[in-house]
C-alpha cells in the first residue's frame, strides 16, 4: 500500500483502476488457483510445493517490476498471489503438521512472523522509493530475497517422516472422500469464517482509522500514514502475549478474553476525540485481535488434521469476505460516516466469542478425550 502513489504514477492508473487491479482481480484469480493446489498438497507433497510456491513467486515478482501495463501489473499479481499462497499454505501445513505443541502454537508463531512482516514490508517500499528508486525496485528486492528462500528450501535436510507429506505417509482418505466430509463438517465451516471475518481487523481498520485522523481529526497524511505502523506493533506484542497464553490457558479461553478486550477497544477507538488517543486505541485493537486468526484458523485444522490441505481449499471460499468487506464498508462509510463503518467492525470479535462460546473446544479425530 506505501507504494501506491508510484504505481499509479508509472502505469497512468485512476484509484478505482488501481483499487480493480492490484486488490480485487488478482485476490479473487489467487484464491482459484490457491484452492486447486491446495487439495492437492495432501497428496503431492508440501516440501515440493514450497519450492516451486517460491520459485513462481520471485519470477511473478520480476515480472511486476519489468511490466508496464496495468493488466499485465494485475496478472503478474495474481500469480504473485497464488504462488506465494501455495508456498505459505504447504509452510503453514508442515508446520500444523509436525509441530509438537500442536496446531495452536505453530499457528500463533506463524502469526507473529507474519505480523512482524507487516512491520518490515512498507518499511521496504518506502526506503526503495526515498532512495529514488520506485516500487518496481522493491519488487526486484523482495524478489532476491524469495529467490535465497528458495534456494535455502532445497538444501535444507528432509522433513521428519512424521510429517505425512515425507517419508512413510500414513493411509489419508482419498482426495474426493476428504472434501466430502470437509462439506459436511459444519464445525469447520464456523471456524474458517471466523477466521475469514479477522480480514476485517487488518489493513480495513487501519485504513478507516487513518481516514478518521486525516477527516475529522485534522491529522496530516504523515502522521494519519503511521498509525499502520501502532497497529502492527500491537499485532506483534499481541502475538508474542498469545504464545504464552495459549501455554498455559485454553484457546476458547484466549478467545473469549481477546474478543472482549477487543470490542471496548474498539469503541474507544469509535469514539477516540484525537490523534493520539485513535493511535492508542489503535494499537490495543491490533494487540486484542492477534490471537483471533491464528486460533480459529488452529481450531479448523483440529478437525481435520489429517488434511490440512483440504483445509485451505476450503477456506478460500471465503475469498468473497476479503472482496465484498471492503466494498460494503466503504459505501457505509460514504453514506453514514467514517464512524459507523469502525462500528461495523464489532461484528469481528463479536462471531468469535460466539462461535469460541458456543463450539467450544474443538475435538481431534480419532484421540481419547482427557478425562
Not at 489467487?30 to 491446495?38: D, N, P, T
Not at 477497544?265 to 491464528?294: D, K, R, W, Y
Not at 488452529?298 to 477456506?315: C, S
Request: with cysteine; hydrophobic share 55%.
Amino acid at each position: 500500500m506505501s507504494g501506491a502513489p508510484s504505481v499509479e504514477h508509472e502505469l497512468g492508473l485512476s484509484h478505482r483502476a488501481y483499487v480493480e487491479l492490484v486488490f480485487a482481480v488478482p485476490l479473487v484469480l489467487a484464491a482459484l488457483l490457491e484452492a486447486g493446489v491446495s487439495l492437492l498438497s495432501d497428496v503431492w507433497g508440501r516440501r515440493r510445493l514450497v519450492v516451486l510456491g517460491q520459485g513462481g513467486l520471485a519470477a511473478a515478482l520480476v515480472f511486476v517490476a519489468w511490466t508496464t501495463s496495468g493488466w499485465g501489473l494485475a496478472m503478474g499479481l495474481a500469480v504473485a498471489g497464488a504462488t506465494s499462497g501455495v508456498a505459505c499454505g504447504a509452510a503453514e501445513a508442515t508446520l500444523v503438521v509436525a509441530s509438537p505443541d500442536g496446531a495452536d502454537r505453530a499457528m500463533v508463531r506463524w502469526t507473529l512472523f507474519a505480523a512482524i512482516g507487516d512491520v518490515l514490508a512498507p518499511l521496504m517500499a518506502a526506503s526503495a522509493i526515498g532512495l529514488g528508486s520506485s516500487y518496481r525496485g522493491a519488487m526486484l528486492a523482495v524478489a532476491g530475497i524469495v529467490s535465497v528462500q528458495c534456494v535455502g528450501s532445497v538444501l535444507l535436510p528432509s522433513v521428519p517422516a512424521s510429517d505425512p507429506s515425507r517419508g512413510s505417509r500414513p493411509s489419508l482418505e482419498p482426495l474426493r472422500s476428504a472434501v466430502a466430509a470437509a462439506s459436511r463438517n459444519g464445525r469447520l465451516w464456523a471456524w474458517l469464517f471466523a477466521a475469514a471475518t479477522c480480514t476485517l481487523l487488518d489493513e480495513i481498520v487501519v485504513a478507516l482509522a487513518a481516514l478518521r485522523m486525516a477527516h475529522d481529526q485534522g491529522a496530516s497524511e504523515t502522521v494519519a500514514t503511521a498509525a499502520a505502523v501502532t497497529f502492527s506493533i500491537g499485532s506483534v506484542v499481541g502475538a508474542t502475549m498469545t504464545d504464552f497464553a495459549v501455554a498455559r490457558l485454553s484457546s476458547r479461553r484466549v478467545l473469549v478474553t481477546s474478543g472482549g478486550a477487543c470490542v471496548l477497544a474498539l469503541v474507544t477507538l469509535l469514539f477516540a476525540p484525537s490523534v493520539p488517543a485513535s493511535c492508542a486505541s489503535l494499537l490495543i485493537v491490533g494487540l486484542a485481535c492477534a490471537p483471533h486468526h491464528a486460533l480459529c484458523q488452529a481450531r479448523a485444522y483440529d478437525e481435520m488434521p489429517d488434511n490440512p490441505g483440504t483445509v485451505q481449499a476450503i477456506a478460500r471460499v471465503f475469498v468473497l469476505v476479503d472482496v465484498l468487506a471492503p466494498l460494503g464498508l466503504g459505501v457505509v462509510a460514504d453514506r453514514f460516516g467514517l464512524r459507523v463503518a469502525i462500528g461495523c467492525l464489532l461484528a469481528q470479535p463479536v462471531v468469535v466469542v460466539a462461535c469460541a462460546a458456543v463450539i467450544g473446544k474443538a475435538r481431534r479425530p480419532g484421540r481419547a478425550s482427557p478425562g
